[in-house]
């Protein structure tokens, strides 16, 4: 691949870069809050049309590709990405924040990831063809011969999230999946990190073109605020549209999609607090490892995980109280992290303080402080079943390394706090085997409320595997048919067609 | 069963019959014009709320019964809807106009669906169960076990068609699908056909008592205006609507679906003009065949199907004119037929005279006239491609026994028009082995804008079968992912969860 030895902060459109509304932004360094050389492009209106219409060519000669050729796009984009080494690692920490260890970490998922669906393609494993034969004498008329197939819906909107600049950003799960199905992908690259999303574009674009594939099959947008997504999601060509980040910005984008002449689907991930179900033979046992390993999972990434466990609820009494007291005493020995960007930092520290000043909610400990531009302090609170319920805004995501602890009354009460949860993208049990029968009862409820139910883990830590499910009602996506980590994330770019007694010559291979 | 010997009108909410709003309206027989006893009860707000508050409380229960106990549920259906012989047919007839022959194949159609979901209940066919063993040496950290299975979404509210008393109503495919998943149905019973509906929804009632299901497994509300239907699409117990009728009608409830606090899917099957394109080659040795089989595809139930041939296009030139000839010929033979009801019958004649007044379109033929209240004169008119890419109002269609014939200048342009065509529910095509490869190309183009490709068919006749696609791009449904028909539609009422770490005890049977 021509791998240019800097970034030159342009957009990259087809096999072009262009330079957009020149010098629009910087990334910053949120640990030092120093700026970030070079100066990025925004894409203007017409940059978005153009790449747009590139995706709409490139579409009905992309999706006639075979398998093969697919796998072997995408399997030279995870050998790209591996070929920057630490070009591409040093540029994220600097614009993240994350340490090397998780970035790295992050990056043999991402290539994982895009191996997966290399051999999707390959296989034609989630693309399944149904035949029902011909039945020339039934009576009162024949039956036609129908065969089914999915085919792919058309270009894909993709918006990179901050928390993720490598496995949900621009060749991350979504571009994966919908590369995998067929359609051309348009990236939004989010601001927080325009020079790993260059990089990793760069890669993408080479590939395409040593793959001698159609000029738009991907495109990556770039720009500080939110014209350049609003413009990409209305366009015409535009069929599908994946984001990871906030409920109001996700709520944004399905409202812009409805609004169009021709609704698309969005989806969106967006929030959750990912409840934690202590029982109470489960904290009776091994209350100790259970807040250490909470604590562990609250603190990962400084707490910016959709899956962060943002409650913990559990039933009063002795364990109840030893189990917290080793949640303040695991926390007070962590130290601060740098959070993603100055919004987030911002963001979080107002949260945290919202539910300090809230009556009948207590501090039950804090991480150790610092100084940092964007260092969080983690903070775990504590409040009442009843108090929980009675206060929608305790249901709201804190995102970062803050959670909060709910004393219940007794099971009865976990499982009236359980219906009363929005929707989640996971919930977890805590439980020794003498749970199992209350457990039983509460896993009826939390089926409806969320897309994973985990029993003796923690919700962080997604696998990428066939039977993943990271998705949820709603407010936790926008979509909870549909799941955004795992091979079936590649049905949210698929539909099926019937052919009706097709002669062998015209049906699809 | 218990088998009363009259209608009595009233709403059916779980095991009850009530008044709801007494007399609110009446049926009609479209025919003579004469008003049918009893009068139908309205659903009241209330008795909205009682309903979905009931399927919510049914909901749990209701999706822990095992495939087996559905299968039965849904057999008895179906025999039950046998049992009550002529009784049906003729409180049908007198409801729609419909002929016996067609309501009887449409009853067989109902059985024959509510018999395949009961048959997937029976094997899960749909429902696949994926494993993610577990790797417990994994390296840097074990992988869990995960194992996803897919779980009903909820209460569904089912819109009844005024086209399809039996098949798209009560217990038509999106009922079965739903219960069949595991989903308590709503019905809002269409009021053209209110004693249609009142038979089978006893049927229905009785069946569930016998099989000894939870109350609010099945509902059914009834009322002359939208009111009804919009609480009970804006009630937070409903987590999908599935609905077949108009643009108007299906944008009115995305838009309220989407403006709940938690919205839902909505399946709207919409409208659809289902394009045939007649090939030079197949005209030159079939033409008269071809106009034939055209004629009768748009009479068939006075042409009030969804997949109604509404625009035949083609190239111009010799067999062009003959084939126009032959169509003119053929309808000019054929009787008026009764339409559905007055208001259909009133926007046919509307939309018949909107054509027959635009400049650049001229009548090809007619079918017989008739005095009868609601008999629809069939018509069919022609008009150059330039005139019709020029046009909008040309591309919607006219519900009912009304077809547009549009002449090419050559295939180039026959490309263009698909290209510029809404969303369809399907697209056919008339060729002759010699046309194979103009076909090739036009079908990389339909493929983008429909849901079932027919090659030397007519549309209508939708067979119910696992490799039926009855959907397609907006307009034509609201979510090109799903199909109304079809073993596939049962995928619209379920989404995936996925359970890790899971003791065997606790996973799901």
């Known amino acids: 691949m021509n791998s240019p030895l800097h970034l030159d902060g342009q957009l990259l459109i087809g096999q072009r870069s262009l330079a957009g509304i020149p010098a629009a932004f910087h990334a910053v360094d949120p640990a030092s809050g120093r700026t970030l050389e070079p100066a990025f492009s925004a894409a203007a209106p017409e940059d978005v049309d153009h790449a747009a219409a590139l995706a709409q060519q490139a579409f009905d000669p992309y999706r006639q590709t075979t398998g093969e050729q697919r796998t072997v796009f995408l399997e030279r984009i995870a050998a790209g990405i591996e070929a920057l080494g630490d070009t591409l690692i040093e540029r994220a920490m600097a614009e993240t924040g994350l340490p090397r260890a998780r970035l790295e970490g992050e990056r043999a998922r991402t290539t994982a990831q895009l191996r997966l669906f290399a051999e999707i393609a390959r296989t034609g494993l989630w693309q399944p063809v149904v035949v029902d034969s011909a039945l020339p004498d039934r009576q009162p008329a024949r039956r036609p011969e129908l065969c089914m197939r999915m085919i792919p819906l058309g270009p894909v909107a993709v918006f990179g999230a901050s928390n993720f600049p490598l496995a949900f950003s621009v060749a991350g799960g979504d571009t994966a999946a919908a590369l995998a199905a067929g359609c051309p992908v348009i990236v939004k690259a989010h601001p927080s990190h325009p020079g790993t999303s260059e990089w990793v574009a760069r890669v993408l674009q080479a590939a395409a073109a040593a793959c001698d594939l159609p000029l738009g099959v991907f495109s990556m947008l770039a720009g500080p605020g939110h014209d350049v997504g609003e413009r990409l999601v209305s366009h015409p060509a535009v069929q599908a549209v994946a984001f990871t980040g906030s409920r109001a910005g996700g709520l944004a984008l399905c409202r812009l999609a409805q609004r169009r002449p021709q609704p698309i689907p969005v989806y969106a991930e967006m929030s959750a607090i990912n409840p934690v179900f202590a029982f109470p033979n489960a904290l009776a046992a091994r209350g100790d490892a259970i807040a250490s390993g909470f604590v562990d999972s609250l603190l990962m990434g400084a707490g910016q995980f959709c899956t962060n466990p943002g409650l913990v609820v559990g039933v009063g009494g002795p364990e109840w109280d030893r189990f917290s007291a080793a949640v303040a005493e695991a926390l007070a020995q962590r130290p601060a992290a740098t959070m993603l960007n100055t919004g987030i930092h911002k963001a979080y520290r107002a949260g945290v303080d919202r539910l300090a000043a809230m009556t009948g909610v207590a501090r039950v ?54 219906e009363h949860l929005d929707g989640q993208l996971t919930a977890t049990l805590q439980l020794d085997g003498v749970d199992n029968e209350a457990a039983r009862q509460l896993l009826a409820i939390l089926e409806r409320k969320a897309g994973r139910l985990l029993v003796n883990g923690f919700p962080t830590g997604v696998e990428v595997a066939h039977a993943m499910v990271h998705g949820g009602p709603f407010p936790a996506t926008s979509d909870v048919r549909s799941t955004s980590v795992g091979s079936r994330s590649i049905d949210r770019f698929l539909r099926p067609v019937c052919y009706q007694d097709f002669p062998a010559s015209l049906l699809p291979a």
């Open 365 to 418: 400990g804090e991480g150790q402080g610092s100084a940092g531009t964007c260092a969080a302090q983690a903070a775990v609170f504590q409040t009442e079943a009843a108090t929980f319920l009675a206060t929608p805004a305790l249901h709201d995501e804190v995102f970062g390394p803050c959670s909060l602890l709910v004393r219940c009354r007794d099971l009865a009460q976990m499982r009236e706090l359980a």
